[in-house]
Nanobody, 120 residues
Framework: QVQLVESGGGLVQPGGSLRLSCAAA????????MAWFRQVPGKQRESVAV???????VYRESVKGRFTISRDNAKNTVFLQMNSLKPEDTAVYYC??????????????WGQGTQVTVSS
């Protein structure tokens, strides 16, 4: 199991940028597929971006070209660079980790979440 701590959320105007970080501890980070999910009240948690152990990336259609997921195994950290933010990106963003398979909403180790609010 791995412990995850997110940081970097906040309030940003539409069109702005934020960079989320997720620091991992407790197990071999390089063996984990990592992901960012987001959730708004009353809706299911949804996958935003995934990065595999060998850095293959997959993105939700609505964030392609705007968000970039990356990882630094030497620092046990995964990042989410978010550009051209829109009000509909407003959510609590969660970091997720899972060995062998990709994280899913029902099967992952989770961080505590960080709030991202896009508003003028």
């Amino acid at each position: 199991q791995v412990q995850l701590v997110e940081s970097g959320g906040g309030l940003v105007q539409p069109g702005g940028s934020l960079r989320l970080s997720c620091a991992a501890a407790g197990d071999a980070f390089s063996l984990y597929n990592m992901a960012w999910f987001r959730q708004v009240p009353g809706k299911q948690r949804e996958s935003v971006a995934v990065i595999s152990t060998n850095s293959i990336t997959v993105y939700r259609e609505s964030v392609k070209g705007r968000f970039t997921i990356s990882r630094d195994n030497a620092k046990n950290t995964v990042f989410l660079q978010m550009n051209s933010l829109k009000p509909e990106d407003t959510a609590v963003y969660y970091c997720a980790a899972r060995r062998v398979l990709y994280p899913t909403a029902d099967n992952a180790d989770w961080g505590q979440g960080t709030q991202v609010t896009v508003s003028s």
